[in-house]
């Protein structure tokens, strides 16, 4: 927003501007790809309700594999997005 209200120029110091782009970029990514596992997640739970759904067992595990799939998404999310910072 400060560098809009500037006129396009970026008054910050250099070492923030591949910083900002790189926190931009990976939330967008992240989004992305946390909302397209959602949609798989969903998919799942329709086409194999009883395989899914049931003991508490079930949903523990569920739960682990929710953190352990969103850590790869992150992962994969900051990777991608490190070429911004390399670069610079």
């Known amino acids: 927003m400060a560098e809009a209200a500037a006129g396009m120029r970026w008054i910050f110091p250099a070492p923030l501007c591949p910083a900002v782009n790189f926190c931009f970029y990976v ?17 799942l739970g329709a086409a194999f309700p009883l395989l899914l759904g049931g003991s508490a067992g079930n949903r523990k595990r569920a739960g682990r594999t929710l953190l352990a799939v969103s850590g790869v998404i992150w992962v994969v999310a900051c990777g991608h997005c490190s070429v911004v910072v390399v670069a610079e």
């Open 27 to 43: 939330g967008v990514n992240s989004g992305g790809l946390l909302l397209a596992a959602l949609g798989v997640q969903r998919y």
